[in-house]
């Protein structure tokens, strides 16, 4: 119980500064924590996550608790069912400790797109944290909580841990059921842990990983992750690196890159430059089957059902429309625009069958590099974090922020962010891509660069 005492303690501390949660469940985690402390004495079997406080991302369903994706119109929804993921962390004696903020419906890259008010990064209050995971990475890098959820659509839990100096995992897609996650773009998205170090990453997707009937696009593993026995090994790992994911990159991020590259070599690996074409294709790919697939998901969103709902006399026709329009922020709304017209008649072909088009042949990149090469490696994100309101009024320039990550979700494959080192001191982030199913390769890998550069050591200048 004084562990889940100690971090609250912190986020009363810290979080009027840096806005990492919406909400939390303390009186719960409380009772939780006491009841674990009673199985101690009792000396009962504990779960891997016994008494550890978890902060969970805006927008995974945990019995009872609000639940809004940072977004007014589903102001007051208490999901009746925990997400399965969350009922795997519960059955490990996990505590959730309560909501983090996001960009809305987990809709861009900085958390400055939530309805609650944007999230600030630990490292420089005045930064950005990344999104749309930021809550959650802040949270973690500020010491507010040792582990946390969230979920990668195009980047959204490997920038905001580049940009918050913590580990963040996109895994497989189909590695972690989706049952319970609210929908922005189903054939993208995966939920995901985000901790200080790779090990706690390799524990927390321990327990949330596996096959789970009520999401069929999930799979069992070829193998069980050990997360206790994880050591770190880069020795006569192959690491290709993709010039397009490298070049354009901010030179000071560049360096800090080549610099965790060139220990990795010391550490027994290699690594090649390699042309991976169409890779150049992918972030425009990934923003049209994004915004298509969110315009078909958002469509629920009623006033009718759940959520929130216009004071506003007349027909269906009348509350709907007022109710997308009060209830929506202007990002979402731009995203639904976008993704309708993609998919209206005349331009479905000349869009979104394009760009599914352009999704195989990015996935075949990856197929043919990764038959000659064990990782792919580049940095996670182009820049160091951005100050707030820098990019808010230039959507394309903040879209551009996903293009080193975005491939990996168009080919659905994992990929793990890791710290490598700062620049002014603000965080750089490395990113290692896998095979399917290779989250274990991935661990092993940046727990040896882990093991040598110990940025984890290193606190964010908050009292």
Not at 31 to 47: S, W, Y
């Amino acid at each position: 119980m004084e562990v889940v005492e100690a971090f609250y303690s912190r986020v009363e501390e810290n979080d009027a500064k840096v806005n990492a949660f919406l909400r939390l469940t303390k009186e719960k985690a409380l009772e939780e924590a006491r009841r674990v402390d009673i199985a101690v004495k009792r000396e009962e079997r504990l779960g891997r996550l016994a008494g550890l406080p978890i902060a969970v991302k805006d927008n995974i369903c945990v019995k009872g608790v609000e639940v809004t994706c940072a977004s007014k119109i589903l102001a007051g929804y208490r999901p009746p069912y925990d997400a399965t993921a969350i009922a795997k962390i519960k059955a490990e004696g996990g505590i959730v400790m309560g909501m983090t903020n996001m960009d809305e419906f987990a809709m861009g890259s900085s958390t400055e797109n939530s309805a609650y008010g944007p999230t600030r990064n630990p490292w420089s209050l005045d930064r950005v944290p990344g999104g749309s995971s930021g809550g959650s990475a802040a949270a973690v890098a500020a010491r507010m909580s040792p582990l946390a959820l969230g979920s990668d659509t195009g980047g959204s839990i490997r920038c905001p841990a580049a940009f918050c100096s913590v580990v963040g995992l996109k895994p497989t897609y189909g590695a972690v059921s989706r049952y319970g996650l609210i929908a922005y773009a189903c054939s993208l998205e995966q939920i995901g842990p985000i901790a200080r170090t790779v090990k706690d990453c390799a524990l927390l997707f321990s327990v949330i990983a596996g096959r789970d009937p009520r999401d069929s696009t999930t799979l069992e593993p070829p193998r069980r992750l050990e997360p206790e026995s994880l050591e770190g090994d880069a020795s006569r790992v192959k690491l290709a690196v993709p010039k397009e994911l490298v070049h354009g990159v901010d030179p000071r991020v560049e360096e800090r890159f080549w610099r965790a590259i060139h220990k990795l070599e010391e550490l027994g690996a290699s690594y090649s430059e390699v042309s991976m074409p169409n890779l150049k294709y992918s972030l425009a790919a990934y923003y049209v089957i994004a915004m298509s697939e969110a315009s078909s998901n958002l469509a629920r969103y009623d006033g009718v059902r759940y959520g929130y709902r216009a004071k506003v006399e007349g027909d269906w026709s009348e509350v709907y429309a007022r109710t997308r329009e009060e209830g929506f922020g202007p990002e979402v709304k731009r995203r639904i625009i976008l993704g309708t017209f993609a998919l209206s008649a005349g331009y479905y072909g000349r869009y979104y069958l394009k760009a599914l088009k352009v999704r195989a042949l990015v996935k075949r990149d990856f197929q043919e590099i990764l038959s000659k090469f064990d990782v792919v490696a580049s940095p996670t994100m182009p820049t160091p974090p951005f100050k707030l309101g820098e990019k808010v009024k230039d959507p394309l320039s903040m879209y551009m922020m996903d293009v080193d990550t975005v491939p990996v979700n168009l080919a659905g494959l994992p990929a793990l962010s890791v710290p490598c080192g700062f620049v002014d001191g603000l965080p750089v982030g490395l990113q290692l891509i896998g095979n399917y199913f290779d989250e274990e390769r991935l661990f092993k890998i940046a727990l040896a660069l882990e093991d040598e550069l110990r940025i984890y050591e290193r606190k964010p200048p908050l009292s």
